[in-house]
Nanobody
Framework: QVQLVESGGGLVQAGGSLRLSCAAF????????MGWYRQAPGKQRELVAV???????NYADSVKGRFTISRDNAKNTAYLQMNSLKPEDTAVYYC??????????????WGQGTQVTVSS
């Protein structure tokens, strides 16, 4: 059993910063990619940023230059540094672990979500 635990969400004024963390707990051999997705009210869940095990990254156009994703493979933890936040960044942010290798096979996992609210 693998669990993703997210932290770091909250309320911030426009222009401010937040740092999200996502830690994977359990018997894990490796994780292919870790990413952050977000879902605003009435909208579909969308990719924010993803990082592979070798450090390659990909960002949504809307966050390029403002958000930075990183990970610590030894701790099975991913981080999302969010700077210059805008009201349109308000959403529930979900952590995803893609292709997690565990003793019984390979599967994907999602975190429970953390609310990020940016006030204008």
């Amino acid at each position: 059993q693998v669990q993703l635990v997210e932290s770091g969400g909250g309320l911030v004024q426009a222009g401010g910063s937040l740092r999200l963390s996502c830690a994977a707990f359990g018997t894990i051999f490796s994780i292919n990619a870790m990413g952050w997705y977000r879902q605003a009210p009435g909208k579909q869940r969308e990719l924010v940023a993803v990082i592979t095990s070798d450090g390659s990254t990909n960002y949504a156009d809307s966050v390029k230059g403002r958000f930075t994703i990183s990970r610590d493979n030894a701790k099975n933890t991913a981080y999302l540094q969010m700077n210059s936040l805008k009201p349109e960044d308000t959403a529930v942010y979900y952590c995803n672990a893609d292709k997690v290798f565990i003793p019984t096979g390979v599967r994907d996992y999602w975190g429970q979500g953390t609310q990020v609210t940016v006030s204008s």
